[in-house]
């Protein structure tokens, strides 16, 4: 019998959190070390939107390099995990609510890699992506994580990976700062999951200017809903890396279980 897996949402921020050793990146790495092993980690990026909803399967995804003007060494950052055709078949099996393709271009995008580089730095564990479909709306992607929650009592840890706060329109380039509408619905969203609240998350649009400035492309905050859609009744919650930083990026991270 495989032990039953916690459920994460991971603020990933800067790409550069994969080789900086900083507070974020020692949170990841404390996490991944409090983790009971997974069988095979599904992955929810906020860097792979689709037409449809896809799952890499691939037996050796490839490291995407998703990002621009970056100091040379992070591109020469590898994460060779293997991928799972068995868990794309699980995948396929549980989602009920749309068709799933399995897709054979796509790898790991840093939205992935990056984390789990922290958090699994032995690429030990097999890892499948899983896509956001662009054309489904936040109830939606929230009863997709619903769904998935079945994997997690087969050994596979699911992890979601994008950005509370994602507004790089109006980012500060300095470490620690933070404006106060950013701060303000950091913490309104850690109440509602604190106390539970799927509707106000899933709704997060009816939250006036606040919710639109910090919202700025829900790519980002949609993986967080698949996360709320996968925790359990009786699931201890708690967060790590709780923080707003660059004026507009929230790097608070949630653990279900």
Same mark, same amino acid.
């Given at each position: 019998?495989?032990?039953?897996?916690?459920?994460?949402?991971?603020?990933?921020?800067?790409?550069?959190?994969?080789?900086?050793?900083?507070?974020?990146?020692?949170?990841?790495?404390?996490?991944?070390?409090?983790?009971? +092993?997974?069988?095979?980690?599904?992955?929810?990026?906020?860097?792979?939107?689709?037409?449809?909803?896809?799952?890499?399967? *691939?037996?050796?995804?490839?490291?995407?390099?998703?990002?621009?003007?970056?100091?040379?060494?992070?591109?020469?950052?590898?994460?060779?995990?293997?991928?799972?055709? %068995?868990?794309?078949?699980? *995948?396929? +099996?549980?989602?009920?609510?749309?068709?799933?393709?399995?897709?054979?271009?796509?790898?790991?995008?840093?939205?992935?890699?990056?984390?789990? +580089?922290?958090?699994?730095?032995?690429?030990? *564990?097999? *890892?499948?992506?899983?896509?956001?479909?662009?054309?489904?709306?936040?109830?939606?992607?929230?009863?997709?994580?619903?769904?998935?929650?079945? &994997?997690?009592?087969?050994?596979? &840890?699911?992890?979601?990976?994008?950005?509370?706060?994602?507004?790089?329109?109006?980012?500060?380039?300095?470490?620690?700062?933070?404006?106060?509408?950013?701060?303000?619905?950091?913490?309104?969203?850690?109440?509602?999951?604190?106390?539970?609240?799927?509707?106000?998350?899933?709704?997060?649009?009816?939250?006036?200017?606040?919710?639109?400035?910090?919202?700025?492309?829900?790519?980002?905050?949609?993986?967080?809903?698949?996360?709320?859609?996968?925790?359990? %009744?009786?699931?201890?919650?708690?967060?790590?890396?709780?923080?707003?930083?660059?004026?507009?990026?929230?790097?608070?991270?949630?653990?279900?279980?």
């Amino acid at each position: 019998m495989s032990e039953k897996m916690p459920v994460l949402f991971v603020g990933h921020g800067n790409p550069m959190n994969a080789i900086e050793t900083n507070e974020y990146s020692q949170a990841w790495e404390a996490m991944g070390q409090s983790l009971p +092993k997974p069988r095979a980690i599904l992955a929810v990026s906020a860097h792979w939107e689709t037409n449809g909803t896809r799952v890499t399967a *691939v037996e050796r995804p490839r490291t995407i390099y998703d990002f621009y003007g970056f100091p040379r060494e992070l591109y020469e950052v590898t994460y060779p995990a293997p991928g799972s055709p %068995a868990l794309v078949e699980t *995948v396929r +099996k549980a989602i009920k609510l749309t068709s799933v393709e399995p897709d054979y271009a796509w790898g790991l995008d840093h939205g992935t890699w990056s984390v789990l +580089k922290r958090m699994f730095p032995q690429a030990d *564990v097999p *890892v499948v992506q899983f896509s956001l479909d662009r054309s489904r709306n936040p109830l939606a992607h929230y009863q997709l994580g619903q769904q998935l929650q079945e &994997l997690r009592e087969e050994g596979v &840890l699911i992890i979601s990976s994008g950005n509370i706060v994602h507004n790089l329109r109006a980012v500060i380039w300095q470490e620690g700062a933070k404006y106060d509408w950013a701060e303000s619905f950091d913490t309104r969203v850690k109440n509602w999951i604190l106390n539970d609240e799927s509707e106000p998350l899933i709704n997060f649009e009816r939250h006036g200017q606040e919710a639109a400035l910090a919202i700025n492309s829900a790519e980002h905050y949609l993986p967080l809903l698949y996360t709320i859609g996968a925790r359990q %009744a009786g699931d201890p919650v708690s967060f790590f890396a709780d923080k707003v930083t660059y004026g507009s990026l929230s790097m608070r991270s949630v653990r279900f279980g």
